[in-house]
């Protein structure tokens, strides 16, 4: 029981960092990540993290 628990907190935090991370971005689809992240939370986050983050500068 304490399992689910504790996998259901680290989606909780992971969708947050994507959801803040999507925010402070400047990605051209910045409004589309934030609906897809907040209406399909594990799959969007997984998705922004994978398609939608700007690739980091050097």
């Given at each position: 029981?304490?399992?689910?628990?504790?996998l259901?907190?680290?989606?909780?935090?992971?969708?947050?960092?994507?959801?803040?991370?999507?925010?402070k971005?400047?990605?051209?689809?910045?409004?589309?990540?934030?609906?897809?992240?907040?209406?399909?939370?594990?799959?969007?986050?997984?998705?922004?993290?994978?398609?939608?983050?700007?690739?980091?500068?050097?």
């Amino acid at each position: 029981m304490n399992l689910n628990y504790l996998l259901g907190l680290l989606l909780f935090i992971f969708w947050i960092v994507a959801l803040v991370d999507c925010i402070k971005g400047n990605s051209p689809n910045k409004l589309l990540w934030i609906v897809l992240i907040v209406l399909v939370p594990f799959l969007g986050s997984i998705l922004y993290f994978l398609l939608g983050r700007s690739p980091a500068r050097v």
